[in-house]
């Protein structure tokens, strides 16, 4: 499912898994799997992966943060794990160090997604920020709660009842001059305005 097409534009994506306990190992790393295999799937451009797995430190996340945008040149930065209100959670804190500009709408909408299943979802500070010429996501920290928010919740039939917030990602990427995204429809359709849409190279 989702094979990248080489006719797509290439794309740098960092993924980021913020825990203590994964980055010592004392136990076996999660969040990384899950990025990579969710997106894997949704997106169908070549992707090159750049992955960290990191403590839980407000200095080493916003220098993780900078150098996979400034260094790497990545163009889309996902985090997991660090955004509950625990006195060790600063991860958001760390994603405003690093911003050009906030992007509220994203965390909204996690949270949205996550009051459907426990009343704890307001709980979560998930966050999102633009930094130079990438997008920088908070997600949760549970491998289903990623998969949740990113492509959001289907009915029975697999229509959408609310839409997963990669949706609005390839969109903002096109307006802050990144590539141009294209997604599996099947796991989660992006939404671009009709003056925005390019044709599908064959």
């Known amino acids: 499912m989702g094979q990248p097409n080489n006719a797509f534009e290439a794309v740098r994506i960092g993924v980021v898994s913020i825990s203590d306990r994964a980055s010592t190992g004392v136990y076996e790393d999660k969040g990384l799997p899950a990025l990579q295999d969710w997106l894997g799937r949704a997106v169908r451009n070549p992707v090159t992966w750049v992955p960290r797995l990191i403590a839980d430190e407000r ?14 040149g990545c163009h889309l930065v996902l985090t997991t794990g660090g955004t509950g209100p ?31 299943f426990v009343p704890t979802a307001i ?10 010429q990438a997008l920088i996501l908070n997600l949760p920290g549970q491998p289903k709660s990623i998969a949740e928010t990113l492509e959001g919740l289907r009915d029975e039939e697999g229509k959408s009842i609310v839409p997963g917030i990669f949706a609005a990602v390839p969109y903002c990427i096109d ?24 044709p599908i190279p064959a």
């Open 59 to 72: 200095e080493l996340i916003a220098r993780t943060l900078r150098e996979l945008v400034d260094e790497e």
């Open 86 to 116: 625990a006195l060790r959670d600063v991860t958001p804190e760390a994603t405003l160090d690093v911003a050009d500009k906030e992007m509220p709408g994203f965390g909204e909408q996690m949270r949205q997604i996550s009051l459907r």
């Open 175 to 198: 307006l802050i001059g990144g590539p141009y995204i294209e997604t599996n429809a099947a796991v989660c359709e992006a939404f671009r305005p009709k003056s925005a849409r390019r």
């Open 123 to 132: 709980l979560s500070r998930q966050t999102a920020v633009i930094r130079k």
